[in-house]
C-alpha cells in the first residue's frame, strides 16, 4: 500500500486559515468516506481531531474541519493558534482491511 | 479513566524477537477493534495490524508472516508478536482503539508508545 500524499509542510499567521491537502487514490481516499486526521506534537501520541471525512470527536475545537472531493481530501485549521503548531496525518481505509496513512504535514504558525 | 499502556519494547538484534503488550482500562478491549501502528524515528505514522472484536486478525505486508497480533480477554491486554525483526522495523509502537466497531481507521484512545530498537 502506497502512502497516502501530503505536503511536507504549511504555514500561517495567528488567526489566518490554513488548509493541508492529502492525496490518495480511487482505492482509498476516493472509495471510502473513512479518511481521519491527526494531530501530533513533538514527543506525543497522535490525537484524532476528524474523522469519517468531516467529523469531530467531542472536544476538538470546530475550527478544525475536513472535507474530500475525488481522491483527495482536506484538513482546515481556522483562526490558526499557537497551539495548533504539530504535525498532521491523514489516513485512509484501503480495502481489504488495511489503512494507509499520509507522509505527514508539519504546521507552522508564524 | 479510558487508557492503553504498551510495554515490552527495547534493544534487539536483527533476526530477533519480542512481544509487546497493551493494557488496557476503563474499556474492554475484546469489545472493540484494536491496531498496532507504529512510527520510525523521523518519519509518519505506518499501520501495522489489527485485531477486530470477533477475533478476526490482519497485518499490513510489512511484516505479514513475520508479527501476529492477539489479546488476552482475562487480562484486557492486546499483544503483539515480532519474530524476524529487521533494522527497519525500529520505531515506537502505538496501540490504538478504534472509535467505531469498523475498520476506519478512526483512532479515538491511543497508548503513550513503546520504542523498539533493532540493531546488532
Known amino acids: 500500500q502506497s502512502a497516502l500524499t501530503q505536503p511536507p509542510s504549511a504555514s500561517g499567521s495567528p488567526g489566518q486559515s490554513v488548509t493541508i491537502s492529502c492525496t490518495g487514490t480511487s482505492s482509498d481516499v476516493g472509495g471510502y468516506n473513512y479518511v481521519s486526521w491527526y494531530q501530533q506534537h513533538p514527543g506525543k501520541a497522535p490525537k484524532l481531531m476528524i474523522f469519517?471525512?468531516?467529523k469531530r470527536p467531542s472536544g476538538v475545537p470546530d475550527r478544525f474541519s475536513g472535507s474530500k472531493s475525488g481522491n483527495t481530501a482536506s484538513l482546515t485549521v481556522s483562526g490558526l493558534q499557537a497551539e495548533d503548531e504539530a504535525d498532521y496525518y491523514c489516513s485512509s481505509y484501503s480495502g481489504s482491511n488495511n489503512l494507509v496513512f499520509g507522509g505527514g504535514t508539519t504546521l507552522t504558525v508564524l | 479513566e479510558v487508557q492503553l499502556v504498551e510495554s515490552g519494547g527495547g534493544l534487539v538484534q536483527p533476526g530477533g524477537s519480542l512481544r509487546l503488550s497493551c493494557a488496557a482500562s476503563g474499556f474492554i478491549v475484546s469489545g472493540n477493534y484494536m491496531s498496532w501502528v507504529r512510527q520510525a524515528p523521523g518519519k509518519g505514522l505506518e499501520w501495522v495490524s489489527v485485531m477486530y472484536s470477533g477475533g478476526s486478525t490482519y497485518h499490513a505486508d510489512s511484516v505479514k508472516g513475520r508479527f501476529t497480533i492477539s489479546r488476552d480477554n482475562s487480562k484486557n491486554t492486546l499483544y503483539l508478536q515480532m519474530n524476524s525483526l529487521r533494522v527497519e522495523d525500529t520505531a515506537v509502537y502505538y496501540c490504538a482503539k478504534e472509535a467505531a466497531l469498523r475498520p476506519g481507521g478512526a483512532f479515538d484512545i491511543w497508548g503513550q508508545g513503546t520504542m523498539v530498537t533493532v540493531s546488532s
Open positions: 469519517e471525512v468531516t
